[in-house]
C-alpha cells in the first residue's frame, strides 16, 4: 500500500498563491492515479484535480479550471496542486489521495480511491 503526506498549506490573501505537495511512501508510486479534494467546515468533500500515471492527462473541477494546476513527479515520488489567484471559497482541508485503476474514468469520484492523506488546511482571507 502507499502512504501519502500534504504539505504546503496555510494563510494566504484573496488573490495569493499556494503549491501544496503530497508525498507518497510504499509501493510504487507511477503505479497509482492521484488526485486532490477538499473539505470545507459543513460540506462534503469535493473533487478538486486528478492526474494520469505518467502526469500527460489531467482533470479539474470546473471552479479551478485555469486556477488551479496539478502535477506529479514520478521520480520524487510527490503531486502537487499550484494554486493560483485564490478565492475564499477555496479555503477548506485539502487531501490527496491515490487509486489503482486501468483508466481515468471516475478520477473525480472520491469513492474510487483507496488512500488518503491526513489533509493540509488552507484558509484564503478576503
Known amino acids: 500500500q502507499v502512504q501519502l503526506k500534504e504539505s504546503g498549506g496555510g494563510l494566504v490573501q484573496a488573490g495569493g498563491s499556494l503549491r501544496l505537495s503530497c508525498a507518497a511512501s510504499?509501493?510504487?508510486?507511477?503505479?497509482?492515479?492521484m488526485g486532490w479534494f477538499r473539505q470545507a467546515p459543513g460540506k462534503e468533500r469535493v473533487f478538486v484535480a486528478a492526474?494520469?500515471?505518467?502526469?500527460?492527462?489531467?482533470y479539474y473541477a470546473d471552479f479551478v479550471q485555469g486556477r488551479f494546476t496539478i502535477s506529479r513527479d514520478n521520480v520524487k515520488n510527490t503531486v502537487y496542486l499550484q494554486m493560483n489567484s485564490l478565492k475564499p471559497e477555496d479555503t477548506a482541508v485539502y487531501y490527496c489521495?491515490?487509486?489503482?485503476?486501468?483508466?481515468?474514468?471516475?478520477?473525480?469520484?472520491?469513492?474510487?480511491?483507496?488512500?488518503w492523506g491526513q489533509g493540509t488546511q488552507v484558509t484564503v482571507s478576503s
Open positions: 510504499g509501493r510504487t508510486f507511477s503505479m497509482y492515479r
Open positions: 492526474i494520469s500515471l505518467s502526469g500527460s492527462s489531467t
Open positions: 489521495a491515490a487509486r489503482i485503476s486501468g483508466t481515468d474514468y471516475y478520477a473525480s469520484t472520491a469513492s474510487t480511491y483507496g488512500y
